[in-house]
């Protein structure tokens, strides 16, 4: 798999972000059925689709590492209470230290490397030129706090989830490329509360559900699922915090530039019990595509035109396409003529 | 990254009160998953006549890799799997083990921890005092026991914890108060209870009429299946009938007809076996489903339930 394009492409202001053949081939589609449906689509997280999938490695690394920690550090500056852990959380950080450093070490040699004599550790990761040595659990001995020292070389956002009273509360996190929440906003909140905007979902029983399910997930067993929404220009951070940048940009999208224009935004989510301190670790990976790059597979393009037809009217509006949702249909509709 | 089983050998064996047994395991090779305090493991037990699986607090520093120690109870009533462990299992055999999973953890942000256990119920808090020592929390062990049967460990406990610790020997007719447990605790006090069905009863009983929250309320009873009349499982999709004998549980009973259903705790507390009931009158004996899933009869949760009528049909995707 090849990591890191020479040129640090930019998901803001000029959008030099672009997939190769290769990171499209590798996307992960979200959409199984023609039309539409809630559903938790948990599967645990073992390896799929053979050399070079999204699915092959417990932590994915691809093409667009280096822009993706360029931005995540362009978002930290700025706002450096877009990553933050309550005291509690503090063995939960050195728990994703622990399970992301040793797979990270496993699955990509080429590029990090872990050595460990009991608690003094040496962590290099030759894609940043970082050599660091430090005390394992000791919070003092790295250069900033354990979960921004990881999370600032990690794809995809990361949350620890604190578990008590059979209900999970979201404590600490580096989310810098949210599609539309906010950890400063639901930083302390339990699961139910964090879901509270979702429509549809809450009548149907689905979060009580998934609540059990995920307070039973035990250490060694890691489940995934699939999440999507669309976003206007290959745009990492849309957050609330910065909606004043991004926001408008939905009235931007034309039938001319609807293909390059707007994004299908896939979460690959990630849900692992951390051994020392039975928190979740709930790891957002996100990946962009143009529907320029989607309609290049036709079995895609079809699909994702029966999908978006069919969506309901309050995901529209949830998912924030109202403005363009029947740009996006009719640009996709001559790529399904029997539809 | 994902563990099935882990493979472990017996390295010492001890007789640490006059019906528990201390064993240690030690990983057949590398080293053991760090866990979290409170956390158990399901050990599986080659019977002869069949494979018992019973879950244990692990009780060893979390943080030591190197080895996972369990206490065992020999049960008056025991369905196999304490007798096996106590008769059969001896210093080099080989067992495997789950990966641990936690049912109990403390509550890290609590002002204090009240910690309150009954005989063999100080196996989980074992693994609680290390992790409250390093991170220096307000903490007190309540324990209770009969000298005559149990009582593991409370010499060692008295000379560690010092004016943290208490106890109470039944046998010498001593008692715990506990009414005075809840008198005058700081707000953000949280209760700890693992113990005998009896303690945790009266302990959460008596916790409500102090207005204490349930939510500062923790307890497991890892509630061993107990017997119950013969009767059948029906498979709604493949029609297979199982017959569940007095003496097993129904998820045993699938079990052995190659039916796997997930499963973490094995005694009614976790909620990963629950089935889908068809039809049939379940008879609950679980502590996870709430009284309306109950009431629905919907739902059975085959580690530690039965039936009431002589047939249930239930809904397993495999």
Redesign the interface.
């Known amino acids: 798999m090849r990591v890191a394009p020479k040129e640090i492409q930019t998901f803001r202001n000029d959008f030099t972000y672009s997939n190769s053949p290769d990171a499209i081939k590798r996307f992960p589609f979200p959409f199984p059925e023609d039309d539409y449906r809630y559903s938790v689509n948990m599967e645990?997280?073992?390896p799929k689709g053979g050399e070079g999938s999204a699915y092959e490695k417990?932590l994915d690394i691809d093409e667009h590492y280096l822009s993706e920690m360029e931005e995540r550090a362009l978002v930290l500056k700025d706002m450096p209470h877009r990553c933050l852990a309550?005291e509690?959380m503090d063995l939960a950080c050195w728990d994703m230290i622990e399970r992301c450093m040793v797979?990270l070490a496993e699955d990509y040699p080429e590029h990090f490397s872990l050595t460990r004599e009991g608690d003094q550790w040496r962590w290099q990761n030759h894609l940043l030129d970082i050599d660091d040595q430090f005390t394992f659990a000791d919070s003092s001995s790295l250069p900033m706090p354990p979960l921004e020292y990881m999370g600032r070389q990690l794809q995809g956002d990361f949350a620890l989830l604190?578990?008590?009273?059979g209900d999970l509360f979201l404590d600490a996190g580096i989310i810098t490329c949210p599609a539309d929440w906010s950890l400063a906003f639901d930083a302390g909140m339990s699961f139910t509360e964090w879901h509270g905007p979702v429509p549809m979902a809450h009548s149907e029983g689905i979060f009580e559900r998934a609540l059990?399910y995920l307070t039973?997930i035990?250490?060694?067993?890691?489940v995934r699922r699939l999440n999507w929404t669309l976003t206007v220009n290959a745009r990492m951070d849309t957050s609330p915090e910065t909606y004043h940048e991004w926001g408008h940009e939905r009235t931007s999208v034309t039938p001319e530039n609807v293909g390059s224009k707007v994004y299908l935004r896939v979460e690959l989510q990630v849900l692992d019990r951390?051994?020392?301190?039975?928190a979740l670790m709930f790891s957002i990976r996100t990946y962009l595509m143009s529907l320029e790059d989607i309609v290049t597979n036709p079995e895609w393009a079809k699909r994702m035109h029966r999908v978006m037809k069919t969506l309901p009217a309050p995901l529209i509006d949830y998912k924030g396409l109202t403005r363009y949702h029947s740009t996006v249909v009719d640009y996709l509709a001559q790529f399904d003529p029997a539809n | 990254?994902?563990?099935?089983q882990i493979s472990v050998r017996v390295s010492a064996v001890e007789q640490v009160a006059p019906t528990i047994r201390e064993f240690t395991l030690r990983p057949l090779s590398g080293e053991l998953?760090?866990?979290?305090s409170?956390?158990h493991v399901v050990v599986e037990m080659p019977g002869a006549q069949k494979i018992h699986r019973n879950a244990y607090s692990l009780m060893s520093d979390?943080?030591d890799t190197s080895e996972y120690r369990i206490a065992v109870r020999l049960q008056e009533d025991s369905r196999g799997g304490s007798r096996f462990m106590h008769q059969s299992v001896a210093v080099g055999d080989r067992l495997n083990i789950?990966?641990?999973?936690?049912m109990f953890?403390p509550?890290?942000?609590a002002k204090k921890h009240i910690l309150i256990a009954g005989g063999v119920g100080i196996t989980p808090f074992l693994s609680y005092l290390p992790e409250l020592m390093r991170r220096d929390a307000d903490f007190e062990l309540h324990y209770l026991y009969r000298g005559s049967q149990t009582g593991a460990y409370r010499k060692e406990l008295a000379a560690e914890l010092g004016a943290r610790y208490f106890a109470y020997d039944s046998d010498a007719a001593e008692r715990c108060e506990l009414t005075e447990l809840f008198q005058q605790r700081p707000l953000g006090t949280h209760f700890y209870i693992c113990g005998p069905l009896s303690l945790i009863e009266g302990m959460t009983g008596l916790a409500a009429e102090f207005g204490i929250p349930a939510?500062a309320i923790h307890y497991e009873e890892f509630a061993a299946p107990q017997p119950g009349k013969p009767f059948e499982i029906e498979i709604r999709h493949s029609g297979q009938v199982i017959r569940v004998g007095e003496e097993e549980s129904m998820l045993e009973a699938l079990e052995a007809a190659q039916i796997n259903v997930p499963n973490?705790c094995r005694g009614g507390v976790?909620?990963?076996c629950v089935c889908s009931v068809e039809s049939g009158e379940v008879d609950h004996r679980d502590n996870f489903l709430s009284a309306e899933e109950k009431a629905s009869g919907r739902v059975v949760m085959p580690c530690v339930s039965r039936a009431k009528s002589e047939r249930l049909i239930v809904d397993i995707q495999e």
């Not at chain 1, 951390?274 to 039975?278: A, E, G, I």
């Open positions: 645990p997280h073992l417990f309550m509690h797979s604190d578990q008590r009273d059990k039973a035990p250490v060694g067993k890691p951390m051994p020392r301190s039975n | 990254m994902n563990i099935e998953p760090p866990f979290s409170g956390s979390p943080w789950t990966p641990p999973a936690n953890a509550q890290w942000e939510s973490l976790c909620g990963q």
